[in-house]
């Protein structure tokens, strides 16, 4: 009855069009009613727990990390560099976009930031040279959802915090699965562009290449220095995020100098607000959080699914198409918040590796973010771009498909996931 109560208030509050961080707070206090112990001061203390975490002060700073590359140019000089080595050859503004996606994608950990980026710069070249406006926008939608599995990714510290997982193990194991989308995006392209007709970027020279390395050097050692640093121990994923942002700020402010004093102003105050909006999201997610825990709704989901236990590879594909079909409602971040604790127990029952089911469960929820009706990221890229969804959603579905394959392998093959986490254990 009590999983009743929480999926009925769920989905019932939000299909009244309420915000979902007030959906899950409410969604809370359901269940206390429905549990005979509603007290405001509980529904407070937690939200004030939710909020008040140490390793979520990670947010803030990635946040802040992405608004600097944007604003102070690390983000074109990456740009710039892709162009110089694989422009030139047929479709190369397409392997453009996968690379700068992978790039990126280890330096911001935001999907949405990178698209944005990425969209800007790139859909209005991609047009004058003759690529298929909603291709392209799909191309670009998929390239921006590698961000929250390559680390730095702000998904994986949410899940983290939310589940007690840990965020080291989920960065690292977050490397191979990205290089993979990457790769698969690579394959798919080859394909697509066989049948455009577009015009080739002048093939740029040795010393002309030299120059864009040379220029985006600083953009390329963020990477090294975070995923060097994670691995020798040197800090947190908290303290990443702090060097991320203070290295972004030195660099746009005293190497590229793209970004003055008074720049920073406006920078900071955008940073805020997203910052606040994913704060609020994860006090309100305690409420229910710590209400779903004290129902025991995951000792009722287990007995509900307790033929699959033993089979965790069909436990996977069960929860692999839960999230997926949840995805078609509900953002990343809330997915991570209302099912993230409910989910992992019962795979932790299964026997389930929980930084491998962390990656899948985020790299399943990243697909949400490209696929109607919710599809925050392909809507940035249409925002961009001028096309309607339905045309951006023609565009997408090859590259979707990839995705799709790709979460089978990885279902099938957990050790691809698995193998990278053991070296970084030892």
């Not at 140019?73 to 990456?78: E, L, V, Y």
């Not at 191979?176 to 798919?188: E, R, S, Y």
């Not at 080739?200 to 002309?208: E, I």
């Not at 290295?247 to 900071?268: E, W």
Request: proline fraction near 6%.
């Amino acid at each position: 009855m009590a999983l009743a109560v929480f999926l009925s208030s769920l989905f019932g509050l939000m299909l009244l069009g309420m915000p979902i961080a007030f959906a899950l707070m409410l969604t809370g206090v359901a269940l206390m009613v429905h549990l005979d112990f509603f007290d405001a001061q509980l529904v407070a203390q937690n939200m004030l727990s939710g909020a008040d975490n140490y390793p979520l002060m990670a947010v803030p700073f990635f946040i802040l990390a992405g608004e600097l590359m944007n604003a102070g140019g690390i983000s074109q000089r990456i740009i710039n560099l892709a162009v110089s080595l694989v422009g030139h050859i047929r479709g190369g503004l397409g392997y453009v976009t996968i690379g700068a996606s992978v790039m990126l994608a280890s330096l911001s950990g935001s999907a949405i930031a990178d698209t944005a980026a990425l969209a800007t710069l790139l859909i209005p070249m991609m047009r004058d040279n003759g690529y298929p406006v909603p291709r392209s926008a799909g191309l670009i939608a998929s390239g921006g959802i590698i961000a929250p599995i390559i680390p730095p990714s702000m998904p994986f510290i949410i899940f983290g915090v939310t589940t007690n997982t840990s965020i080291s193990g989920l960065f690292m194991a977050g490397i191979v699965p990205g290089l993979l989308m990457g790769a698969g995006l690579v394959l798919t392209w080859m394909w697509v562009v066989r049948g455009m007709t577009v015009k080739l970027q002048p093939k740029a020279n040795w010393q002309q290449r030299r120059h864009a390395l040379l220029d985006g050097v600083w953009a390329l050692a963020l990477p090294v220095i975070i995923i060097g640093g994670l691995r020798g121990g040197i800090f947190t994923p908290t303290e990443a995020a702090v060097v991320a942002a203070v290295y972004s700020l030195v660099v746009a402010l005293f190497v590229y100098r793209q970004v003055t004093l008074k720049d920073l102003v406006p920078l900071l105050v955008q940073a805020a607000r997203t910052t606040s909006t994913v704060m609020f999201l994860c006090a309100a997610a305690l409420v229910s959080s710590y209400m779903v825990t004290l129902a025991d709704l995951p000792q009722q989901m287990n007995e509900m699914l307790s033929p699959l236990l033993e089979h965790p590879k069909l436990l996977m594909v069960a929860i692999t198409l839960l999230l997926l079909a949840v995805g078609t409602v509900m953002d990343l971040t809330p997915t991570i918040l209302v099912l993230g604790p409910v989910l992992t127990p019962l795979a932790a029952a299964a026997g389930i590796d929980p930084t491998y089911f962390g990656v899948m469960f985020v790299l399943t929820g990243t697909l949400g973010l490209i696929h109607p009706p919710v599809c925050t990221v392909l809507n940035v890229v249409c925002g961009v771009a001028r096309i309607s969804l339905e045309s951006a959603t023609r565009g997408i579905w090859p590259f979707l498909l990839t995705y799709l394959l790709l979460l089978s392998l990885l279902i099938a093959v957990p050790e691809i996931v698995t193998a990278p986490l053991t070296l970084f254990r030892h």
